[in-house]
């Protein structure tokens, strides 16, 4: 399960959206008449008129469950796991509705709430992604539900807004600490991309507490974009970088050059040449180094010419013999 929680102004157009979009199902509702979306609009700005200074009262939460998780759910058990989130992100004692889309192949349900309470209290949004992330990771664990396979997959075309920028952020933060060892080679990669990094220390001290990154006027925490891009997390995946790039050039510096190799592969050959046979034969070596060995292979054109003096030779006699004999 995934959740993307959104702040706005207006319920009229937030309302309209959710509940008169085709197949939508009301699944679930509290604090308000949902006869139609004029009477839920009109409930919800009642109660906000309590807090009227609240700029952004309109909560609106989209959670969505992979669509190998359909035989799991029905309208009922997606309204419980709503509720169950609503209340571990801190969304209590207010107006609310649950309704139900169709319009994709994954279950997905939209929640609109009332960010000024039933006390005319706040609902904060302080944090709302990391407790977004977490409330959905405990959630998806606690009834097995099937985990996706993370950011990857996160269609960035249809993201708008806030939640545009964190993706962004995100991609280019991973994609830079692929390339970084160390701190100051991050922050270099990140300033390529007009990213600039913000620490916080610890009050009176050097020590890092937090992290955050800015873009134009955006900035956000680093545990905000997500978990993974804490200040500790980071700092482990640099260490780890280094470790893996100190490995590979300690092997680099070990490896024998071509040369050596050759000579290791000739002094090996050589020695195993000189064995003697068993049965005190001789070796390969001494045997090949033999006359009958050195010596290279027969001459045609030297043969040839010992053949061709010897018949002259034979020739000569003869005719002396025949001369002698008249």
């Known amino acids: 399960m995934i959740g993307k929680p959104i702040t ?28 139609n979306a004029g009477a839920i609009i009109q409930d919800f700005n009642l109660q906000r008129k309590m807090r009227p200074e609240l700029g952004k009262a309109v909560g609106h939460l989209v959670l969505s469950w992979s ?9 009922g058990i997606m309204a419980e796991r709503a509720k169950e989130y609503m209340d571990k992100v801190g969304i ?33 949004d302080k944090n709302n992604f990391a407790k977004n992330v977490k409330a959905c990771k405990e959630i998806t664990l606690k009834y097995d539900y099937h985990l996706g396979d993370g950011k990857d997959q996160v269609n960035r075309q249809a993201l708008k807004g806030k939640e545009k920028i964190r993706y ?7 994609a830079a600490l692929k390339q970084s060892v160390n701190w100051k080679q991050l ?17 009176g001290t050097n020590e890092v507490q937090g992290i955050s990154f800015e873009k134009g006027d955006i900035k956000m925490k680093g545990s905000a974009i997500d978990r993974s891009l804490s200040y500790a997390s980071i700092d482990t995946q640099l260490n780890r970088n280094l470790q893996v790039q100190q490995q590979h050039a300690a092997r680099v510096v070990n490896q024998p050059s071509l040369a050596d190799q050759l000579r290791e ?3 090996q050959r050589t020695q195993a040449d000189q064995v003697p046979i068993p049965g005190g034969g001789k070796s390969i070596l001494e045997t090949l180094l033999e006359p009958q060995f050195v010596s290279g292979p027969p001459d045609p054109v030297g043969d040839a010419d010992i053949a061709r003096r010897k018949r002259k030779k034979r020739e000569a006699e003869q005719s002396q013999s025949q001369g002698i004999s008249r």
Request: proline share 1%; hydrophobic share 30%.
């Open 8 to 35: 706005g102004r207006s319920f009229g157009g937030c309302v309209r959206y959710v509940v008169n979009k085709q197949d939508a199902k009301i699944i679930t509702a509290e604090g308000v008449r949902i006869q």
């Open 67 to 75: 669509k190998e998780d359909l035989s799991k759910l029905n309208d």
């Open 92 to 124: 209590r004692d207010t107006q609310f509705i649950v309704v139900r889309h169709n319009d994709r192949e994954h279950p997905h349900l939209h929640v609109i709430y009332n960010r000024v309470d039933n006390n005319g209290n706040t609902i904060t």
């Open 168 to 174: 962004e952020l995100f991609d280019t933060i991973k």
């Open 187 to 203: 922050e270099g990669q990140l300033q390529k991309q007009g990213i600039s990094i913000a620490y916080k220390f610890r009050s």
């Open 265 to 267: 592969v000739i002094r």
